[in-house]
């Protein structure tokens, strides 16, 4: 029997991701096939491991985005047009 979607599995080394984007993108394909029954029981488990260490991965780099807006935040931008508050009133 013939395997489906065979060359669009899981990489051999777990490696991580290079980006947020490819990560993401990543765990797309893996998402796309668990969610269409391509992949064996044993794959099945494995991408879902996969799936949830990219998850991590992804939500590191929103925080460490996040962590770097607090301070662009907190030393450089200021309330916008404070002076227009006083029109809508």
Avoid: H, W
């Amino acid at each position: 029997m013939p395997k489906k979607n065979s060359s669009a599995t899981l990489p051999d080394d777990a490696a991580a991701p290079s980006s947020f984007e490819s990560a993401m993108e990543e765990l797309s394909v893996l998402v796309a096939q668990m969610e269409a029954g391509d992949l064996p029981l044993e794959k099945s488990v494995i991408a879902y491991q996969r799936g949830s260490e990219l998850i991590k991965y992804c939500a590191n780099q929103l925080n460490k985005v996040e962590q770097q807006v607090k301070v662009l935040e907190a030393g450089m931008l200021k309330p916008f047009n404070v002076d227009n508050d006083e029109d809508l009133a």
